[in-house]
């Protein structure tokens, strides 16, 4: 699919940190539809806190964040639902409920105020539920679900949700290798196949080399760098961003890290 010309995500001068400590420094960085950022650095290094400014969950240090051409404020909660949807590092389960009452819960943003789901929406669900390999899950409690089993049922719920941005924050946590790859595999998909963008944190640059286009990589004090993923997962690169030497070895197509 061919990248359009405007942005979907815009955040220009964009300050990130808490506290005391800034992450990012006038940050400027533009995501359309088909393109795929890949977001790494070391652990504290602010990944997560970045991602959630540019969900507009988190307000930033000063800088703009614009989705679609309008600011978060502009747009209201369900209008940036309708476009951006989230998938956070860690959620809590405080109430028992079912697999596909979980995923329904996705669809809450196309609903009016007075409406129910139906049965187009449990389609939507069920659908998705098949994707992430949970077909056969509909009545389970979630409560019983393992950590890689909720994992899938939160990218379900996201699917469903049908943005055309998708922010991650660690998409393959709790995930064995066939479900990163299939998960991964899926959000791919969306920007290539269906007019999404989408940006992930992730932890494994060969990830980043085999689904993402562009890739951000964030230092924890204040330097970000992003640009083409051939150019910014490079070994010099990699190893000063995590601290530790690398070597890079490219077979096939993929990309092989290795501790020196």
């Not at 005391?20 to 950022?37: N, Q």
């Not at 476009?83 to 009452?101: N, Y």
């Not at 010099?236 to 290795?258: H, T, V």
Request: net charge neutral.
């Amino acid at each position: 699919m061919s990248v359009t010309s405007a942005p979907l995500l815009e955040a220009r001068g964009l300050n990130v940190g808490i506290g005391a400590r800034v992450f990012c420094r006038d940050l400027d960085l533009e995501l359309r539809v088909g393109e795929r950022l890949a977001i790494l650095g070391r652990n504290g290094a602010g990944k997560s806190t970045l991602l959630s400014v540019l969900a507009g969950l988190r307000a930033p240090l000063t800088g703009k964040v614009r989705l679609n051409g309008a600011s978060y404020a502009e747009l209201g909660p369900r209008q940036a639902a309708l476009t951006r949807g989230w998938l956070p590092q860690s959620r809590g389960d405080a109430f028992a409920s079912t697999v596909l009452e979980t995923a329904l819960t996705g669809r809450h943003p196309h609903l009016g105020r007075w409406n129910w789901e139906s049965a187009r929406d449990a389609e939507i669900v069920r659908q998705a539920l098949a994707a992430v390999g949970l077909a056969d899950f509909e009545q389970r409690d979630i409560q019983t679900l393992s950590g890689g089993e909720r994992q899938r049922l939160a990218i379900a719920t996201l699917l469903v949700q049908q943005p055309r941005l998708f922010l991650l924050d660690e998409p393959a946590a709790c995930l064995d290798l066939k479900y990163q790859i299939a998960m991964l595999t899926l959000f791919a998909d969306a920007a290539r196949e269906h007019g999404a963008a989408v940006a992930m944190v992730l932890h494994e640059p060969a990830l980043a080399w085999r689904f993402c286009d562009r890739v951000l990589l964030v230092h924890g004090d204040g330097r970000c760098e992003h640009g083409a993923a051939a150019e910014m997962l490079s070994a010099n690169r990699l190893s000063a961003l995590y601290d530790y030497p690398l070597k890079i070895f490219e077979r096939g197509g993929q990309l092989c890290l290795i501790p020196d």
